[in-house]
Each structure stands twice: as structure tokens, then as C-alpha cells.
């Protein structure tokens, strides 16, 4: 019975770090002046994701996006962005295709407060869950 016990707690004692790993990555991306993370990095299929918009000094007063599949058409996911601070933020959940590994088009819209607009572009891949 101890042996067993002391096996099953090795296993979940060796399988915890990998799994925490995993939720933690962050993809980073230069886009002009800006920084673009993606959270977690891998973008797994439907599950909550992230983007963050670090803006710095820009003086910016909106940021919208869309994101479209390259593999695969899957329609259109329009972005909404919040304001945090110096970031602007947006939650997301990407639809499962049927390949394991998508990619997807991502495109930004950024609306400074002096009325200019600029668009930031950026491809990506999500994967399937594990």
C-alpha cells in the first residue's frame, strides 16, 4: 500500500511543474512602437486567452481588432479592447479547427487621440489543448 501511494505521488509530484509551465508562457511581439503579448503563448483552442497592447507614451484613445484563420475559414473574432493603465487589454477564445495546429491573422486598428489611425498586422498559431 506505501508503495503505491509513494508511485502515485511521484507521478503528480513530476507532472506539476510541466502543467504550471505551460499556462505561464507569453508570446511578445515588436509592432512598431508597441509590444503585443499573447497569453499563454501557445494559444490553445478554446480556452480564455489574452492579448495586451503595451502602448507606453502613445497617446492613444482606442484599439480594435479582428482575428481571421488562415488554415482554415472560421469567420470573424472582433477584439474588444479595455484600457489598463498604459495597456489595452482583450479577452478572447479561438474555435477548434480540424487540423492541431491553426494559424490565424490577427489585425489591429489603433485610434490615437489626435484622430490618426494605424494598423498593426501579426500571424499566429494555436494549437490543440493538451
Excluded: H
Excluded at 507521478?11 to 511581439?29: D, I, Y
Excluded at 477548434?96 to 501579426?122: F, H, S
Amino acid at each position: 500500500m506505501k508503495s503505491v501511494f509513494g508511485c502515485v505521488l511521484l507521478m503528480l509530484a513530476a507532472c506539476s511543474p510541466q502543467e504550471a509551465a505551460k499556462t505561464t508562457t507569453t508570446r511578445q511581439v515588436q509592432l512598431k512602437t508597441f509590444t503585443l503579448s499573447y497569453l499563454p503563448g501557445d494559444m490553445p483552442v478554446e480556452t480564455p486567452l489574452l492579448l495586451k497592447l503595451d502602448t507606453g507614451k502613445e497617446a492613444v484613445s482606442k484599439v480594435t481588432g479582428i482575428i481571421r484563420g488562415k488554415t482554415m475559414y472560421m469567420g470573424e473574432i472582433p477584439l474588444r479592447f479595455e484600457r489598463k493603465q498604459q495597456q489595452w487589454q482583450a479577452e478572447l477564445m479561438l474555435g477548434a479547427c480540424t487540423e492541431p495546429r491553426m494559424q490565424w491573422q490577427l489585425e489591429l486598428e489603433v485610434t490615437y487621440q489626435n484622430g490618426d489611425k494605424i494598423t498593426l498586422q501579426d500571424s499566429f498559431y494555436s494549437r490543440w489543448p493538451d
